[in-house]
């Protein structure tokens, strides 16, 4: 299984790159990984461009205010459904300071609300890579997650 992060802006933060490099690395222990970085800009280019990065064959996890909210056992359980059912790939995707457009929400196969409170984009990414490593962590019945 294959796992893309597509999110807008870069990292700036030190920390936050070097938590977001520790967790790739975590993950691609599991999946190959990969990032695609959209360009910070007006929320409508923005979502045109991810949905060319999204293409049609995989699954779409959009993380967004109004998604549901979940455990991290939902979550692992989530992934591992897809991983059985042979989904070649899952698609995270983070949008930028005013979110996603509609069509991209329409796009998303899910909804993820990472939390009700507002979090910077550098520490969304952190938490969506830290759940993602505590899935594959429930699954695999490792120590991690307890």
Same mark, same amino acid.
Do not use: C
């Given at each position: !299984?294959?796992?893309?992060?597509?999110?807008?802006?870069?990292?700036?933060?030190?920390?936050?790159?070097?938590?977001?490099? $520790?967790? !790739?690395?975590?993950?691609? %222990?599991?999946?190959?990984?990969?990032?695609?970085?959209?360009? $910070?800009?007006?929320?409508?280019?923005?979502?045109?461009?991810?949905?060319?990065?999204?293409?049609?064959?995989?699954? /779409?996890?959009?993380?967004?205010?109004?998604?549901?909210?979940?455990?991290?056992?939902?979550?692992?359980?989530?992934?591992?459904? %897809?991983?059985?059912?042979?989904?070649?790939?899952?698609?995270?995707?983070?949008?930028? %300071?005013?979110?996603?457009?509609?069509?991209?929400?329409?796009?998303? $196969?899910?909804?993820?609300?990472?939390?009700? !409170?507002?979090?910077?984009?550098? !520490?969304?990414?952190?938490?969506?890579?830290?759940? /993602?490593?505590?899935?594959?962590?429930?699954? %695999?019945?490792?120590?991690?997650?307890?």
């Amino acid at each position: !299984m294959k796992l893309r992060f597509v999110w807008v802006g870069k990292t700036r933060s030190a920390p936050a790159k070097e938590m977001i490099r $520790d967790y !790739m690395e975590r993950v691609g %222990h599991y999946a190959r990984v990969e990032v695609a970085e959209i360009r $910070d800009r007006d929320v409508e280019k923005e979502s045109e461009e991810i949905l060319s990065r999204i293409g049609t064959d995989s699954y /779409v996890v959009v993380a967004d205010e109004r998604g549901r909210d979940i455990t991290s056992r939902q979550f692992a359980e989530l992934i591992e459904n %897809h991983r059985l059912a042979g989904t070649r790939r899952i698609i995270f995707v983070l949008g930028g %300071h005013a979110g996603v457009s509609d069509a991209v929400r329409q796009r998303a $196969d899910f909804l993820l609300a990472l939390s009700r !409170m507002t979090l910077t984009h550098e !520490m969304a990414r952190v938490v969506l890579l830290e759940q /993602v490593y505590r899935a594959f962590t429930i699954i %695999h019945d490792l120590p991690y997650q307890k």
